[in-house]
């Protein structure tokens, strides 16, 4: 079994703020259409069923899309439409990640995908997927953008800059302890 990282309770209300541009708006497909605008051309990572869905009504294919096939604990949420996109111009991975928690899988994961520069890939999560996206911002190159959804607000779009990869980082370190090193250096 891969080993798995409990977030603390300590970190989680500086987990929660909002960073980045944030969209709000009750119109999903508005809010996926402005997502694509402030992303403008970089390579976009989507974490959360109903932005990465919405997205993908919108013609747009992320490049790396992240779900749980679950919006506010709802299970069964349709994901048909984006899986199929996804088999057809890309890969689909699956990983485990359980709620409240990083495992070593999706850490790795993530690090393999943003070490390719090209492709489509869409990663089932069966757990939750909400505390990849800090994975992500550590791991992804500078410039590329990073968009999560915020229920019941919008999303957020994240541009991956020195400060918010340092600020991923620190709580990485903070999370993960002593085997930091294994994923970071």
Do not use: Q
Not at 45 to 71: C, K, M, Q
Not at 131 to 158: D, F, K, Q, T
């Amino acid at each position: 079994m891969a080993k798995l990282y409990k977030v603390p309770k300590r970190l989680r209300a500086l987990l929660s703020r909002e960073y980045g541009h944030l969209v709000e708006g009750i119109d999903r497909l508005l809010v996926a259409k402005r997502v694509v605008e402030i992303a403008c051309g970089r390579r976009l990572w989507s974490v959360g069923d109903v932005i990465s869905i919405s997205l993908v009504e919108i013609d747009y294919i992320p490049d790396v899309a992240i779900i749980d096939r679950a919006t506010l604990r709802e299970k069964d949420i349709d994901t048909e439409h984006i899986e199929t996109k996804y088999k057809e111009m890309g890969e689909i991975l699956e990983i485990h990640n359980p709620r409240g928690h990083i495992s070593a899988e999706a850490i790795l994961t993530i690090k393999r995908l943003a070490s390719r520069s090209s492709g489509k890939h869409l990663v089932l999560v069966r757990g939750e997927e909400d505390l990849l996206s800090l994975a992500i911002a550590s791991l992804a190159r500078l410039g590329e953008a990073l968009a999560y959804g915020i229920p019941s607000r919008g999303a957020s779009v994240v541009i991956i800059d020195h400060y918010i990869r340092d600020l991923a980082r620190d709580l990485m370190k903070e999370i993960l302890g002593e085997d930091y090193k294994i994923y970071f250096e």
